[in-house]
């Protein structure tokens, strides 16, 4: 009975992911022309950007004694990269980078 068990919800499991990664392809002229889902496809990935960012920077910048300075120096960093070179990896490469050596440096002198 275990077993039978086990191999049922595994099956579930299964009908119900591939249920959902089918579900775009078989509505996929539906969504296109939707224009609900038009519209969350061009507000949605900034937001979420901007949410996981907040976290983020809010998040890390409460567990060091550096306060939020490494935190807010390398996510101006970016922007400005952003900003001026259009490309996303000189702009997330200098962010990360600003705030690898800022944290590593600034924690040795607030310590």
């Known amino acids: 009975m275990e077993t039978l068990y086990v191999l049922g919800v595994l099956a579930a499991m299964a009908a119900v992911t ?4 089918a579900i775009p392809f078989f509505a996929a002229q539906w969504l296109r022309n939707n224009p609900l889902i038009r ?5 949605l990935p900034l937001a979420i950007m901007t949410l ?3 976290h ?9 004694a550096a306060k939020p300075w490494p935190e807010l120096a390398a996510l ?7 900003w001026k070179t259009r490309n996303p990896l000189v702009s997330i490469a200098a962010g990360t980078f600003v705030y690898v050596v800022m944290r590593n440096n600034l924690l040795a002198f607030v310590s």
């Not at 591939?18 to 990664?21: D, G, I, N, Q, V």
């Not at 983020?56 to 060091?64: F, I, M, N, R």
């Open 18 to 21: 591939f249920a959902l990664r």
């Open 39 to 43: 519209h969350l496809g061009r507000f």
């Open 52 to 54: 996981l960012v907040l």
């Open 56 to 64: 983020s920077v809010v998040g890390l910048a409460g567990q060091h």
């Open 76 to 82: 101006a960093l970016t922007v400005l990269a952003q």
